[in-house]
């Protein structure tokens, strides 16, 4: 399977982006996705993921009640709703999708990743 995550850019506190992963194969649909992010100099962090259905949603505390993960299985595509962003948003965004049918923030349980969408918050 392969991923594409597409959708940063540069964005001022308080404004919003869409980030989109599209996968290259319909078995897409069976897969749990997660959505990581790696700020310079810091480690890949999990910021949200969603079972194979939509039926299980979770949110790293930095970011819940600002971020919304939801996919579209007809379009083998997973979004990431990204409102009342925060200069410590900032950072390169991967998706991934999970060996699994229900994700978990495990970074080892994931088997393909996308190349990165850059998000830059400005203050």
């Known amino acids: 399977v392969q991923l594409q995550a597409s959708g940063g850019g540069l964005v001022q506190a308080g404004g919003s982006l869409r980030l989109s992963c599209r996968a290259s194969?319909?078995?897409?649909?069976?897969?749990?996705v997660g959505w990581f992010r790696q700020a310079p100099g810091k480690e890949r962090e999990f910021v949200s993921s969603?079972?194979?259905?939509?039926?299980?949603?979770d949110y790293a505390d930095s970011v819940k009640g600002r971020l919304t993960i939801s996919r579209d299985n007809a379009k083998n595509t997973v979004f990431l709703q990204m409102n009342s962003l925060k200069s410590d948003d900032t950072g390169v965004y991967y998706c991934?999708?999970?060996?699994?049918?229900?994700?978990?923030?495990?970074?080892?349980?994931?088997?393909?990743w996308g190349q990165g969408t850059q998000v830059t918050v400005s203050s």
């Open positions: 991934a999708a999970s060996r699994y049918a229900v994700a978990s923030r495990t970074l080892g349980s994931y088997s393909y």
């Open positions: 194969r319909r078995t897409f649909s069976n897969n749990g």
């Open positions: 969603i079972s194979w259905n939509g039926g299980h949603r």
